[in-house]
């Protein structure tokens, strides 16, 4: 997460410094230059992963830029009330950009296609791994493509 944050993770753009005859464009879209600012929230495809975590966790997740992406996660954090919600809300950003971050590199390393349902599996199962390992005495499942948390 350091690197996502201090923008310096290795994009297709910041690899052409030293492979200036290498392409520069999206993997995941191929619509514009694959920057951390693009990938993690201009692409069209991360979008997409972004509106579904929003829609089936009922959160905002529409930001326009990492600054943004950064304010929201924050944002989900204060909102929430007890501990084990404020444990799941702490690690949605980052399992998400985790899950664009997998794709992203599966594509170019193992040429699988990007797949929004691939992501949003990725970015579930770094979600509850991540979870119980924050909320040890929670219950934490996926049912129906849905979290869900149980316990005292």
Known sequence: MWLLYKERLLT???RSKWAPNDTTVCILCGAAPETVQHLFSGCEVTRGLWSM???KMGLDTSFHSLEEMWAAGKAMQQGAGDGWTKTVLQIIVPAGAWAIWRTRNEAIFRGLRPYLENMWDMFLTS???WGRG???AKEIAIRNGHLMV???
Do not use: M, N
């Open 12 to 14: 297709r753009v910041y």
């Open 53 to 55: 975590i929003g829609e």
């Open 127 to 129: 979600l509850l791994d």
């Open 134 to 136: 924050l909320a040890r």
């Open 150 to 152: 149980q316990g005292p």
